[in-house]
T-cell receptor, first 112, second 114 residues
Framework: KQEVTQIPAALSVPEGENLVLNCSFT??????LQWFRQDPGKGLTSLLL?????REQTSGRLNASLDKSSGRSTLYIAASQPGDSATYLC???????????FGKGTRLHILP | GAVVSQHPSRVICKSGTSVKIECRSL??????MFWYRQFPKQSLMLMAT?????????EQGVEKDKFLINHASLTLSTLTVTSAHPEDSSFYIC??????????FGPGTRLTVT
């Protein structure tokens, strides 16, 4: 059974710092991995999707990496801003027709 | 990206009544739709998966007679919470996918049972 773990559960950093959020998964046979952002009381915003054949994806100040063999992914946020404060969720999909399994998320707070 | 809508965004109902939540894919045909539940400060827990025209597949521990899911068309799925109780109060999020493509999420519905 696939399990997704995110560390840390919560993180507070001063504005301007670079930071890394971690995600690990127990079954390395995945179809893709996706990072989402969720603001309080809101739905999910997809940030980056990495296919199993890819090693990383970048969008603006965000960079996500994937190491399937070790069952790990990281989300790197450069030059953090107060607007980045949110919960970040990592999710994996086992195969093309399968469901997405979510981690518990990292609650990020950027201090002005 | 593709858009998934949910209606209503918030609903308050009395204990013992039933409430229906709609999930629509606005610009694509959703062959598969998913319903998730999220408690405060918790992650999303998958409740059920539905394929258009078929019965939903429920996750272990989810009561299928309490959470009725209908996926009658390629753009609409509904979740009906029957005989709602305060412990059913939660944030319900649907998502939709066309074939093996990316899964898109709705904005969620906040259900409060009084």
């Amino acid at each position: 059974k696939q399990e997704v773990t995110q560390i840390p559960a919560a993180l507070s950093v001063p504005e301007g710092e670079n930071l890394v959020l971690n995600c690990s998964f127990t079954d390395s046979a995945i179809y893709n991995l996706q990072w989402f952002r969720q603001d309080p009381g809101k739905g999910l915003t997809s940030l980056l999707l990495i296919q199993s054949s890819q090693r990383e994806q970048t969008s603006g100040r965000l960079n996500a990496s994937l190491d399937k063999s070790s069952g790990r992914s990281t989300l790197y946020i450069a030059a953090s801003q107060p607007g980045d404060s949110a919960t970040y969720l990592c999710a994996v999909r086992r195969d093309r027709d399968d469901k997405i399994i979510f981690g518990k998320g990292t609650r990020l707070h950027i201090l002005p | 990206g593709a858009v998934v809508s949910q209606h209503p965004s918030r609903v308050i109902c009395k204990s013992g009544t039933s409430v229906k939540i709609e999930c629509r894919s606005l610009d694509f045909q959703a062959t598969t739709m998913f319903w998730y539940r999220q408690f405060p400060k918790q992650s999303l827990m998958l409740m059920a998966t539905s394929n258009e025209g078929s019965k939903a597949t429920y996750e272990q521990g989810v009561e299928k007679d309490k959470f009725l899911i209908n996926h009658a068309s390629l753009t609409l799925s509904t979740l009906t919470v029957t005989s709602a109780h305060p412990e059913d109060s939660s944030f319900y999020i649907c998502s939709a996918r066309q074939g093996g493509h990316e899964q898109y999420f709705g904005p969620g519905t906040r259900l409060t049972v009084t």
